[in-house]
């Protein structure tokens, strides 16, 4: 998930480059829309950093979750789905995918492509400021685990 980072204009012209060019595919183009990231090197410097617990990340499969099938978003609604996706990657119920999300195993990228992103609802509250950084009071930046009381409130 993507909050508008407390940097602004002093991230490095790399990071400014990286995050143009992956802007539209992170889920992002959505207010309030999120998807997995493995955590690469410039990926650090774009993305609000979190660890979410396993907890957090089934409910949002289960209750948000969509997959990819033919280009098409298709809702998780029974292990067919992710069986005619990823069958061949021996992922064919939602408690395999869960799994290779949350451990970053050897078929993360396939998994990760094929879940759609997540559009989340605005979270209960609001958000205080998404310009300051977390520590300062604020909304952006590495909250570590207390991501999942962002994702409890959006979901």
Known sequence: M?????GGNKRSHDARRMTARWKGSDGARYF????TLDGGRDRMW????MYPNLKSVRELIYKRGYGKLNKQR?????????EEGLGNHNII?????VHEIMTVGPHFKEANNF?????LKA???GLKKKRNHYVEGGDAGNRENYINELIKRMN
């Open 2 to 6: 993507r909050v508008m980072g407390a």
């Open 32 to 35: 309030f829309g999120g998807t």
């Open 46 to 49: 774009c993305s609000s950093k």
């Open 74 to 82: 298709i809702p998780l609604s029974n292990n067919n789905v992710i």
């Open 93 to 97: 119920c939602i408690e395999d995918l």
């Open 115 to 119: 879940l759609w992103p997540f559009k």
């Open 123 to 125: 979270p209960l509250g």
